[in-house]
């Protein structure tokens, strides 16, 4: 929820009392889930490109390039807040946000990995629920939608029973045009994929808010439909091959909202001179629900739903090829060269200010360092052929090695008879009982065993992702063990030339005052050497 | 040349290691049909892959049997042309009564994606893996006599299969159906490479 402070200053940047409409998108927006308000300065300080880095952190995916052509995009993002409330729903719609975020770039899909901490089910009937709802949920997704899981690791302790964390990782390669996800030049708003309901509103606000026991929040995790997924995988890379695109967006957290105004607001080329603005028409969206408002419209987080700016004249195509998949496709607005974020329901003007006012101030939040700790066990990891083998792990024929060994490797198929086999190695690791004892030794040795790890298999490590699973940031104490991590992750991948090209900030992961270990997971890609 | 067409439905994920296996065969040429097409040419045979067509809603294969280019499939199975369903494709070809029988929820009630070993009518062994969901094959009693068994787990039974049936042919062994996936065991890096056993048997019919 906005602060008071948060509501005098969104007044003084508009000039009047926000309406509903716009508090909503204001509230959405500046949640920690989308703003990042609390580790965007610490973000700063990572070390972010070298020689294989295509583009790093603020895409919705990181790229590397691996030789020729070829790139490969990967990206880790956490859903742990939903998974508890609802494993399955919460798990599924993890994997399709994370494989969203890969193909929206035009990337296709080829490997999926996950990073899963739970409490002792042997102690908690609630932590059987989870693991089994979550892993339902994950092999469901992952299966239907035919992107193997190459790798799977489970860790448990008792810290993760009231919140159980759920990261996922998507690999994805393309030789083609990489798509952007702002305007540089002007052009028609298409909406695509599912129609808009009631499912998720509020989500990101959800997110980044700690849990109450007994208090339900079910209606605000949304619900996933790996088929329609599917579809959207192969029409957005027939689309993306056609050359029509200015920009692509998935409609994730804040949906609508985070969408339409990340195109405008990064946008602003020389055709805007920097004043990029979006203008939405709302009656047009499909709604699957009767009497929706327009907060509601904006906030929805419904699954599987991409928004598109086209060029004029590629609109017809592009609306054939979604016909070719049976997916609902709509022009719901359009770029405007006002810098202003408009929004029209029933004709009516609902919400009408610069887009540039969105952008949150960033906040230094105070941190202390931990003087006395609690006693906890170290964390155990345990996975059975059980689970395994619910995976499908060897759909699309390139997987080398799967989810049964340690380090997956993944084959990309040579493009020609000319070309030759290129393979990556994907490995994910996480040691949260040494990052609470000592956040900056917990997260070196992390990285650097992976690191280790690359290269015992005969791999060069390229780059790596991550996941930052905190507690509760408004605790100085739990923002020491933030910046502390953030501290060692900057120094030792600089030493290693081993750029972080993406990741994924999960702050609030505490229930009814329990925080988490702190949890920072990382995910790496390496290239084999011939 | 053979001429083979690759069916491809909303929501088939195995085609492009199909074709790829498919295309390794120097003889085969191979080509994709849209599910959506009404009329179908005349191939020598006809692969349905493997994946979750129209996600399995409802029941797996079902709504795809339902498809525009099954009119043309069926006619051409009974012509006596060759046709191919693997996993998903099995699922369809049954939903299709172009096989007879029907493929159940697993009696684990679990997907399940593992290495497995199969046996023919001849004991010849074979190492193929299975990923699938809905592969307990089912038939009654007086089905029995309308189809072959082509293949058989080797015990445990991963799926609570009816006598471990991993694959059938129709009487005229024209049609094949298999839960398990020949195109994932050709490849260097495959456990094994007796996918090209399966499709030699099936085309030396």
Known sequence: ???????????????????????????????????????????????????????????????????????????????????????????????????????????????????????????????????????????????????????????????????????????????????????????????????????????????????????????????????????????????????????????????????????????????????????????????????????????????ERMLFVLHDWGIEEAKAIFDKWDLDCVEIGHTTEDGNFTVYRDGNVCCNFPLSALEYPELERPWTPRFEKEEVQSEYRFSTENILSQYDSEVQGNTIKGIRDDVAIVRIPKKDARGKDKHIAIYTDSFPYQSYINPDQGAENC???????????????????????????????IMFEFKETIDAMARICEKLDFPIVSGNVSFYNETSGQNILPTPVFGAIGLMEE | MYKVGVVIFPGSNCEQETIRFLKTYQEFEVSTIWHKESSVPKLDMYVLPGGFSYGDYLRAGILASLSPVMNDIEKYASDGRKVLGICNGFQILCERKILSGTLRKNNTQKFICKETDLYDNHMNRYSIPIAHGDGQFYCDEKDHFEFEVAYRYSPPIPNGSLHGIAGIYNNQFNVLGLMPHPERAFEKHHKSQDGYKVIYNFLSR
């Open chain 1, 1 to 303: 929820m906005l602060t008071k402070d948060e509501l005098i200053e969104i007044e003084t940047r508009l000039n009047r009392k926000p309406n509903h409409t716009e508090k909503s998108v204001f509230d959405a927006m500046w949640s920690e889930h989308c703003s990042y308000k609390t580790s965007k300065s610490h973000l700063k300080r990572l070390y972010t490109n070298n020689r294989y880095v295509y583009s790093g952190p603020g895409e919705n995916a990181g790229v590397i390039s691996i030789g020729g052509t070829d790139r490969i995009a990967f990206k880790m993002e956490s859903h742990n807040h939903p998974s508890y409330i609802e494993p399955f729903q919460g798990a599924a719609t993890g994997v399709g946000g994370i494989l969203r975020d890969i193909f929206t770039m035009g990337f296709r899909p080829i490997a999926l990995t996950n990073n899963l901490f739970f409490g002792d089910p042997a102690f908690s009937d609630d932590s059987k629920r989870v693991i089994n709802g979550v892993i339902k949920g994950l092999t469901h997704y992952g299966n239907c939608v035919g992107v193997p899981t190459v790798s799977s690791k489970i860790i448990f302790h008792n810290h993760y029973e009231k919140n159980p964390l759920v990261n996922a990782m998507a690999v994805g390669h393309t030789r083609e045009r990489i798509l952007g996800s702002v305007a540089k030049d002007s052009g028609k708003l298409l909406y695509v994929g599912a129609k808009t309901g009631r499912d998720g509103i509020g989500g990101a606000v959800m997110a980044s808010d700690s849990f109450t026991d007994g208090v339900d929040l079910r209606p605000t995790v949304q619900v996933g439909d790996p088929y329609l997924e599917k579809l959207l995988i192969e029409a957005c890379l027939e689309l993306a091959k056609t050359g029509h695109v200015i920009a692509a967006q998935d409609m994730g957290a804040a949906g609508l909202t985070s969408s339409a105004t990340e195109i405008g607001i990064k946008g602003g080329s020389a055709t805007f001179q920097g004043k990029c603005g979006i203008e939405l028409n709302l009656d047009k969206v499909p709604l699957r629900e009767t009497g929706m408002e327009a907060w509601e419209i904006l906030l929805s987080e419904s699954q």
């Open chain 1, 447 to 477: 990285i650097v065993s992976i690191y280790d790890k690359l290269i015992s298999i005969g791999a060069k490590p390229i780059a790596l992702t991550n996941c930052l699973n905190f507690g509760n940031p408004e605790n100085p104490e």
